[in-house]
């Protein structure tokens, strides 16, 4: 599916990154290539969305850097035919943390 995106990345000091970045994608009346009663028509749209602070230090820390952000999810898909419709929409969003290792 086509998707656009966008990143931005920007040191806050020596131990803090924060990174922000967002992800798109739409699709309108795609056939499906499947069949139920004619043409299962697909259309579909996203967006994906991070905000995460990221903290490092090489003396204490090593290639190990600690995590903490945000996410949000959205998607809508309709499946479209003459003889069945479905629909689905998911959301979701909440806090995220982790720890990365470089090696």
Not at 3 to 27: F, H, K, M, P
Not at 77 to 101: A, I, M, T
Request: hydrophobic share 35%; with cysteine.
């Amino acid at each position: 599916m086509p998707t656009l995106g966008l990143e931005a990345l920007r040191r806050l000091s020596d131990n803090l990154l924060l990174e922000a970045s967002v992800n798109g994608n739409w699709i309108n009346r795609w056939n499906s290539l499947r069949d139920e009663g004619g043409t299962v028509w697909l259309s579909q749209n996203g967006v994906e969305g991070h905000l995460r602070l990221y903290y490092s230090n090489h003396g204490w820390l090593g290639p190990v850097r600690l995590m903490a952000g945000a996410f949000i999810y959205y998607c809508s898909q309709l499946e479209d035919s003459y003889e069945d419709g479905n629909f689905l929409r998911w959301s979701n969003y909440g806090p995220k943390y982790g720890v990365e290792w470089s090696f």
